[in-house]
């Protein structure tokens, strides 16, 4: 079974902080995505990448960045955290582009 | 714009009682149609996928269908445990995924 696992369940933070999201996928997948879900509007894609350094904007891609240096390992990166970037983060991986995604457990942040 | 519709957006159901959800998609060129389960506080747990009109998928009481404009998920003879959201999503481009609001389903017992 595919297992992505997120480095961490809930996180607060700080207005201004700098905060990394790891996800990790093993099944060796070449896709991996960021997405938010917030009550109403859904899940939302904030960056992708499908190759080791590689990386595309999603719909919502500011006031983040990403970081892909290895194939399973997939960082988010809030470079100075806001309180409207408090959501539910997920992470997904998928082995070719047009296959389902598999989804880590997610990070709930609160940015205070 | 591309988009998906699912109705309803809730849904309370007695133990057996059969119904569907629906997932309205106006993606030109569907690519892919998933559905996924989520539980609260939880991360989506893949059910299905369906790739072209016409193509049905079956898992336990669940059972996915495809038109050419939009999704059912059919619920057969529901138990609490399948209290949930459902997401459905359309594939469109290369990679990206587009979700619905979801159904939030609630089976009392």
């Known amino acids: 079974d595919v297992k992505v696992t997120q480095s961490s369940r809930y996180l607060v933070k700080r207005t201004g902080e700098k905060v990394f999201l790891e996800c990790v996928q093993d099944m060796d997948h070449e896709n991996m995505f960021w997405y938010r879900q917030d009550p109403g509007l859904g899940l939302r894609l904030i960056y992708f990448?499908?190759?080791?350094?590689?990386?595309e904007k999603g719909d919502i891609p500011e006031g983040y960045s990403v970081s892909r240096e290895k194939k399973e390992r997939f960082s988010l990166i809030l470079e100075s955290a806001s309180t409207n970037q408090t959501s539910m983060y997920l992470c997904a991986s998928s082995l070719m582009a047009y296959n389902e995604q598999f989804f880590g457990p997610g990070t709930r942040l609160t940015v205070l | 714009e591309d988009q998906v519709t699912q109705s309803p957006e809730a849904l309370r159901l007695q133990e057996g009682e059969s119904s569907s959800l629906n997932c309205s998609y106006t993606v030109s060129g569907l690519r892919g149609l998933f559905w996924y389960r989520q539980d609260p506080g939880k991360g989506p747990e893949f059910l299905f996928t369906l790739y072209s009109a016409g193509e049905e998928k079956e898992k336990e009481r669940l059972k996915a269908t495809l038109t050419k404009k939009e999704s059912f998920l059919h619920i057969t003879a529901p138990k609490p445990e399948d209290s949930a959201t459902y997401l459905c999503?359309?594939?469109?481009?290369?990679?990206?995924?587009?979700f619905g609001q979801g159904t939030r389903l609630t089976i009392n017992p």
């Open positions: 990448s499908y190759d080791v350094k590689m990386k």
């Open positions: 999503a359309s594939l469109q481009g290369a990679q990206k995924l587009v």
